[in-house]
């Protein structure tokens, strides 16, 4: 669900009926038009915005507005009105990326901003982007995309901020790159002669150009300060005598013509201000609703909020009219400042003020902006309003892009308050959940537990309860704890409301994730359908995600890889261009499936957005489990170094942060590398301390022990075929096949090898015969020779032949005596450098090690290469393996 868009944040203010005509800066302002930059800074009542609105009222190119505010601090927000406002110039801009911002992880600002720029160069037309009120951004991330949309800005578009003070942007560089112009306070103050016309003309005073002087000088041209003294100076029997006292510095000047204007309203006119100006944002029938008791009173039956706002504006009481209809309204921000603070120094009774914010949220509940409905109830100190909008309408306000503003009002809530009230605990835990804040959830789910003692056993407590449990579950998903998750989520299942779907749904979803980690792949895809009916029917977008990963991952695992890569590509549309970090489990569902196909590049690429992607979530193994995967690629393409550099990574990580779970998928890509160096006693140790079944056959293998292999292969089979583990069961047929075929049965190995081809056949499967080598090579010819499966098995020949491997068999096949294989032996110190690039050192590090020049190592490579007829190291260490050199 989508939180509304307040449109009058994209309204150009209109030009007033009487204005100052400012031409010296006009032009200044179109000199900027050829830079990527305009920065209109000074303090507040300068008439920056004035003098942008004047600018783009006589400007040929189409301009795109966006005021800001305090609240678009949240880089989400700041980027949904950002796209909004763009697509004031063209509708369609940033179309795939609204869903996203609404998401309880948006993908990081900067990608967001690199999606908008690509769509950006699209847009035929110059334009012009104007960002008003910049100064009340204080958020670093922002700055930075900022700065990177500047960096990267196409010719079309210029950008036009105004402020009070100098942002955080790299302004040094763009003036030494002329890309930038600016305009301060010095430029926007009034001339004798602009002050002249403004008092004059616009406010109708009646004075001489020495007294008008002597006020532009007390001033110093200051536009604000200029209108508050000639508003105070209306009605005033000595005007002279006025401006000779006007002196002082601005805030205190600022001050005191505030009040001065007050005071010389009617009533009925500072009632109105006063009680208003809790309002960002302001329109008739919100400011009725405000006035319903107070102003109300004091107004003629005639009056209504419109017209009031409309008679403010015409007496220029420093309201802006924010669209062209007259309909919406704000103060002046300096102004509305000061009204609040009279407010607040008029009304001794908190209750007063607090009245006023339960009458805007209620106005804003009743428009259907449930965001600012909850921001005044907050403000107002209604606890129990406050919650009860935070839990929404069948769809909690932390869904809807308020995760921020609701875990600081719950931050600022005295524990007294949420003791009262354990629902709020159990919000409090949830958005720090959604915020990716782990640590602290599970104080505070205790804290709703003991609140609960005692309380009244009703349908809501038990809401409760269940909700409890639901977050235990979540958090249980995180450690890959599939006990707790199932008794938790059994729990919260047993105590939810059954019209409470969000969190009923994203209980489903944990229950497969359970499931899946106990091998019931049934169970857990029938949990993950369930989740995806459900939460596409509430659109619930994480969840829909997460439980389409799910079914990704069970159709993966039963070996239908082609429907599998649609399911995760599936992922990569719903997670955006940028992507939601979770993306990471579709990058790496599609990495292992391009491998598998042997589209080595393109599981480069999956593999390395996996790991991009998975470190921007707080304290995830995902990482790791993309770091393993990098491993096997890299081995793969023959660097060994290469992947045992990266899995020590990943071991130090895992162990770093306590990742029990890919404690033995770390150490299964350990063995790998391991057997690649030739170290088979490691390797050996690591399989069999971490009860690697598969590994320990492998190694078995390595050590040219086929018994031992087959008395671990056999049962393994049969498990996997009792489970219906089908990826694991084709892992271990195909190893099988191997193992036979080494100890001599071949008429057992080919039948084994007819039963895993027919399984890998409708996927695919590419690497699973490929990465066993020449061995395997070999028993596939003996397999071809027999007409068995001639399409599949010529493809699988030629992926092997492509490897190099062809003209290493065709070598051992050609007549050689057994004891002297090769035309010529290699010599000792050969046999010692041959011995060092199996364990993956590079030919520096050889040096390094033999204390022999680089230059003779890479001499006694070349003498290895052909005296074993290879080209690469990899087929070097497979030849000398084959022939027992190693």
């Not at 907050?378 to 932390?398: C, F, Q, S, T, Y």
């Amino acid at each position: 669900m989508s939180a509304p868009i307040l449109s009058t944040k994209l309204y150009i203010p209109p030009l007033r009926s009487k204005l100052v005509l400012r031409p010296r800066l006009i032009e200044r302002l179109n000199e900027g038009m050829h830079r990527k930059l305009t920065l209109i800074s000074a303090s507040a009542g300068y008439g920056k915005t004035t003098l942008v609105s004047e600018w783009l009222a006589g400007c040929s190119q189409p301009a795109a507005w966006l005021s800001l505010e305090e609240g678009d601090n949240r880089p989400a927000r700041f980027l949904t009105y950002l796209f909004a406002a763009l697509r004031t110039i063209a509708p369609n801009i940033g179309e795939g990326l609204f869903g996203l911002l609404q998401s309880p992880q948006p993908p990081p600002i900067e990608s967001m901003i690199t999606a908008l720029l690509n769509e950006i160069t699209a847009i035929p037309d110059n334009f012009v982007l104007v960002l008003d009120d910049y100064h009340v951004i204080d958020a670093r991330p922002i700055d930075n995309a900022v700065a990177f949309l500047l960096e990267h800005m196409p010719q079309q578009m210029h950008l036009v901020i105004t402020t009070r003070e100098d942002p955080r942007l790299p302004l040094a560089r763009l003036r030494v790159r002329d890309q930038l112009i600016e305009v301060r306070a010095a430029d926007l103050r009034f001339t004798s002669s602009e002050a002249a016309e403004f008092l004059v003309q616009v406010m109708g005073l009646s004075l001489s150009s020495e007294k008008i002087a002597l006020l532009e000088s007390r001033t110093e041209g200051w536009v604000a300060g200029l209108q508050l003294a000639a508003l105070s100076m209306q009605g005033q029997q000595d005007p002279a005598r006025f401006i000779q006292a006007f002196t002082g510095s601005h805030h205190f000047v600022l001050d005191y013509l505030a009040q001065e204007v007050l005071e010389q309203q009617s009533e009925s006119i500072q009632t109105f201000l006063l009680h208003t100006s809790i309002l960002d944002r302001l329109c008739g029938p919100l400011c009725d609703a405000v006035l319903r008791k107070g102003a109300q009173e004091h107004l003629t039956p005639s009056t209504s909020g419109q017209e009031t706002l409309e008679y403010l504006e015409q007496a220029n009481l420093f309201v802006v009219p924010l669209d062209n209809e007259r309909r919406w309204y704000r103060y002046h921000h300096l102004f509305a400042d000061l009204l609040r603070k009279q407010l607040h120094q008029s009304t001794d009774d908190e209750r007063v003020t607090a009245e006023l914010h339960i009458r805007a949220s209620i106005w804003y509940e009743d428009n259907g902006l449930a965001i600012e409905a909850f921001h005044h109830a907050a403000a107002a100190k209604d606890v129990p309003r406050a919650a009860r909008l935070i839990e929404g309408e069948g769809m909690p306000l932390l869904f809807r892009g308020a995760v921020t503003p609701v875990l600081n009002w719950l931050d600022s809530m005295p524990h007294e308050e949420l003791d009262a009230r354990p629902s709020l605990w159990v919000m409090y835990a949830s958005a720090l959940l959604m915020a990716g804040q782990m640590t602290d959830v599970e104080h505070k789910l205790q804290a709703a537990e003991k609140a609960l003692q005692g309380a009244k056993q009703d349908d809501k407590t038990y809401d409760l309860i269940g909700h409890i449990a639901a977050i235990h579950a979540t958090l249980a998903v995180s450690k890959h704890q599939a006990e707790t998750i199932i008794a938790e989520s059994r729990r919260a299942l047993e105590y939810l409301r059954p019209d409470n779907l969000p969190v009923r749904t994203a209980t489903t979803w944990a229950l497969g994730y359970a499931y899946q980690l106990q091998g019931d792949r049934a169970a857990a895809g029938k949990a993950y359908a369930e989740a995806l009916s459900i939460s596409q029917m509430i659109g619930h977008v994480m969840i829909t995600i997460l439980a389409t990963l799910g079914l990704g991952n069970t159709q993966e695992a039963e070996n239908q890889l082609y429907v599998a890569a649609e399911t995760y590509r599936s992922v990569l549309k719903m997670a955006g261009d940028p992507p939601l970090p979770v993306a990471c489990e579709a990058h790496l569902g599609l990495a292992r499936i391009c491998y598998e196909w042997n589209d080595l590049d393109a599981a480069m690429h999956h593999g390395q957005q996996t790991v991009r992607l998975a470190k921007q979530f707080e304290h995830t193994d995902r990482v790791v489990a993309g770091e393993v995967f990098l491993t096997r690629l890299k081995l793969a393409q023959g660097d060994v170094s290469g992947a045992a550099a990266i899995i020590a990574k990943a071991d130090h990580y895992a162990r770093r942060q306590q990742f029990v779970h890919q404690f033995p998928h770390v150490a299964a890509a350990q063995v790998f590398v391991l057997l690649c160096q030739g170290n088979l006693a490691a390797a050996a140790h690591l399989a069999q301390k971490h009860e690697l079944h598969i590994s320990q056959a492998r190694v078995h293998l390595a050590q040219g022990d086929t018994s031992a292999a087959l008395a671990v292969l056999g049962p393994l089979r049969g498990q996997a075929e009792a489970m219906s583990l089908e990826d694991e069961r084709l892992k271990i047929m195909v190893l099988l096949a191997f193992a036979l075929h080494a100890h001599g049965d071949k008429v057992e190995a080919v039948q084994t090898l007819r039963d895993a081809l027919t399984m890998a056949e409708p996927g695919g499967f590419i690497r699973t015969f490929v990465d066993e080598g020449i061995s395997m090579y070999k028993l596939l010819r003996e397999a071809a020779a027999l007409g068995m499966m001639p399409d599949y098995l010529g493809k699988l020949l030629a992926e092997f032949e492509a490897e190099g491997l062809k003209s290493e068999v065709e070598s051992d096949q050609r007549p050689a005596q057994p004891t002297k294989p090769l035309i010529e032996p290699l010599s000792e110190r050969e046999l010692e450098v041959l011995h060092l690039i199996a364990q993956g050192l590079s030919n520096r590090e050889i040096s390094e090690r033999l204390f022999i020049a680089l230059p003779t190592v890479k001499g006694h490579n070349r003498t290895i290469f052909d005296k074993l007829q290879v080209k690469r190291r990899t087929e070097a260490v497979a030849r000398a393996r084959m022939l027992g050199l190693l």
